[in-house]
């Protein structure tokens, strides 16, 4: 225990405080609410599809839905919201990564989002524009065919750059961009100054314009020669060389169960383990679970839906982390101790939403040997058990973001797009966690006891 305190959580704050990954977790942070508007708009769109065959088998209820949201408008609209928050993370990310960039490095916000948005845009590939007609020389019979070039394409950008699957580069660019500008900027030499008479906002961007063309006139040549060089342009090198293997090595079954012990281990210990854990897991679980609101949106279901890892607190953080809902349950049937039925009395309300810092702090959990061994392995055999039912089709996967402050049954429910499956097994999962904090609720009931 004296070395964990002294050598691992030193370390682990010190990760959670890295100002790159602080950056990261901030910018997710602050386009949160626009996810959840698109993971809404998505659900409502596809919510029918627990009556499908393969469903509820209440097909009339299904077609009534698809043929009433679609007369009123209503899908329409939930599609618009989407294309406008969903299929915009890619920029959403680079503007508020931009912010919290120069935000750590004392630099100009507002500026430095604009450069990053610049440079990324700049360097996203065009759709490529067709030509005026197509000869057919295969084909003796027909020799062209003309091809209306306005209505297919313009060269404008291509959609799959501007949503998660650009997120991975958009965090890369920006980051480097955020590094030179802010750097730049802090350079005298570089500062045009205006006299006193001319209005801030002018005045604030003559001061960076300097640093402002240096930046996105060297980050998109380098962008650009990299792709005449190597053939590949910066989206391509990094699905390849960072994306997959990341993937690959984040959606098992291991890295579920480490992540899950890792939060709850770092929170006994009074550190805000979703916060550390979240900066280096969030920017690779997120585009995972977009990816996953893609396949939901087109339809597909069960093992169709390709990752499993990603959004799996739904099932895990049930009443918070820790998975602390079975200790409210298990005081307040068995518990005799006055003081922790008095905490648990007031953290009821907040349980249900998911928010469980009074029990952590006021039972407590931090550093409570008698309660710190079921707030580690609670969550992390649900996390191990999730996987394995996700893994083998028996409940439906994570698609969408639903709130995490979304009562537990109901979060996995919304979650999974609808899952009546996972709703089950969230029922399932608070009986369980319930008798797992009982024994633990009863020893402390006899160390309380001998005390007095």
């Not at 370390?11 to 993971?39: N, Y």
């Not at 408008?73 to 939930?78: L, T």
């Not at 900066?279 to 499993?308: H, Q, R």
């Not at 649900?382 to 979060?411: C, H, K, N, Q």
Request: glycine share 10%.
């Amino acid at each position: 225990m004296k070395f964990l305190e002294e050598k691992f959580v030193p370390l682990a704050a010190r990760i959670g405080s890295q100002r790159h990954l602080v950056a990261i977790r901030d910018a997710f942070v602050v386009i949160m609410p626009v996810t959840i508007v698109g993971a809404i708009a998505v659900l409502i769109n596809n919510i029918q599809g627990i009556f499908s065959k393969n469903g509820l088998n209440v097909v009339a209820i299904q077609e009534g839905y698809t043929n009433f949201i679609t007369s009123t408008g209503i899908k329409d609209v939930m599609t618009a919201v989407n294309k406008g928050s969903i299929n915009m993370m890619a920029i959403l990310l680079v503007v508020t990564l931009g912010y919290q960039m120069a935000k750590g490095l004392d630099g100009d916000g507002i500026a430095t989002s604009v450069v990053g948005l610049t440079c990324y845009l700049g360097l996203a590939p065009a759709v490529q524009t067709l030509a005026n007609n197509y000869t057919l020389p295969t084909d003796k019979t027909i020799t062209s065919i003309e091809v209306l070039t306005g209505d297919v394409a313009s060269g404008g950008l291509a959609s799959n750059k501007l949503d998660s699957n650009g997120m991975f580069v958009g965090m890369i660019l920006t980051i480097i961009v955020a590094e030179i500008f802010v750097r730049l900027s802090r350079n005298d030499k570089l500062k045009i100054t205006l006299p006193d008479g001319v209005p801030p906002a002018v005045a604030g961007s003559f001061t960076v314009l300097i640093p402002a063309i240096i930046t996105v006139i060297l980050v998109v040549a380098v962008g650009i020669y990299i792709e005449k060089f190597s053939g590949m342009n910066l989206w391509v090198i990094i699905q390849k060389f960072v994306s997959a293997p990341l993937n690959s090595v984040a959606d098992t079954l291991g890295t579920a169960v480490l992540v899950e012990f890792l939060i709850a281990f770092l929170w006994v210990f009074g550190l805000h383990g979703a916060n550390i854990v979240g900066s280096v897991t969030t920017p690779i679980f997120t585009p995972m679970l977009l990816e996953n609101t893609a396949a939901f949106e087109a339809g597909k279901t069960g093992k169709d839906i390709p990752n499993i890892i990603s959004g799996m607190n739904c099932f895990t953080r049930v009443g918070g982390s820790g998975a602390t809902f079975g200790l409210i349950i298990a005081v307040l049937i068995f518990g005799k101790v006055q003081a922790e039925r008095t905490v648990i009395g007031i953290s009821v309300a907040p349980g249900l939403f998911e928010i469980n810092e009074p029990i952590t702090f006021g039972v407590p959990i931090v550093m409570n040997p008698v309660y710190m061994l079921p707030f580690i392995i609670g969550p992390t055999i649900l996390g191990a058990a999730s996987y394995i039912l996700m893994d083998l089709g028996v409940i439906e996967r994570v698609v969408l973001s639903a709130p995490w402050v979304t009562p537990p049954i109901l979060f996995p429910f919304l979650a999974t797009g609808g899952g009546i499956k996972a709703a089950i097994w969230a029922a399932i999962e608070i009986v369980l966690l319930t008798l797992l904090w009982t024994p633990f609720v009863m020893i402390s009931n006899k160390q309380n006891a001998r005390e007095a």
